[in-house]
């Protein structure tokens, strides 16, 4: 597995923007398909986005197509989620997840989630 630690959440204003960041430790980050799950309050976790190993391919749920971007930094070990045009329904714990190229449940890691309130 991949530990993972996000950072970047905080409060914002609707209509603001916020960037995520997702740093794996380990030499292994290159093996892993890297996505951003939500879970707002009393709903269920659900995927954001995703992106391709090599950063050239990248999946975006339709609620944040067009408004959130998904990168990648194989030399940093890190993912990012950079989130434009706010709203207060983005308001969610935000979870990195990292997916092992095999599809192996075991392989597969979440960081501990970093929350992000939009707010006026």
């Known amino acids: 597995q991949l530990p993972l630690v996000e950072s970047g959440g905080g409060l914002v204003h609707p209509g603001g923007s916020l960037k995520l960041a997702c740093t794996a430790s380990?030499?292994?980050?290159?093996?892993?398909?890297m996505n951003w799950y939500r879970q707002g309050p009393g709903k269920e976790r659900a995927l954001v986005a995703n992106i391709t190993r090599a950063g050239d391919i990248s999946y975006y749920a339709d609620s944040v197509q067009g408004r959130f971007t998904i990168s990648r930094d194989n030399a940093k070990n890190t993912v990012y989620l950079q989130m434009n045009s706010l709203k207060v329904d983005d308001t969610a714990v935000y979870y990195c997840?990292?997916?092992?190229?095999?599809?192996?449940?075991?392989?597969?890691?979440w960081g501990q989630g970093t929350q992000v309130t939009v707010s006026s």
């Open positions: 380990g030499a292994s980050f290159t093996a892993y398909v």
């Open positions: 997840k990292a997916d092992h190229w095999s599809g192996h449940p075991e392989f597969a890691s």
